[in-house]
């Protein structure tokens, strides 16, 4: 097996770790089997939910730090 350095490495520990994430959805049963939505009974739901909403929360810091925090280099002349 090859041993990844650098940004491979992270990659795939983050790889490995929302397989992780979503094996435990499978294995281990939410407790929630009579309440909630029909849709959060799904396996995996919750580790999906987590990854499509960190996803979302880097694209709006980027988007605002693009066009809300940096400024043009002339900004006060």
């Known amino acids: 097996m090859k041993i990844f350095k650098g940004p491979k490495r992270v990659w ?3 790889i490995l770790m929302g397989a992780a994430a979503m094996l435990a959805g ?3 049963p939410s ?3 009579e309440y ?3 849709w959060t009974h799904f396996n995996g739901f919750y580790a999906l939910l987590g990854y499509i909403g960190c996803v979302v929360m880097i694209y709006i810091a980027k988007w605002l730090g693009r066009y809300w925090l ?3 280099e002339d900004y006060y002349d």
């Open 12 to 14: 795939s520990i983050l």
């Open 26 to 28: 499978f294995l281990i």
């Open 31 to 33: 407790g929630e089997e």
């Open 36 to 38: 909630g939505f029909s």
């Open 70 to 72: 940096q400024k043009k």
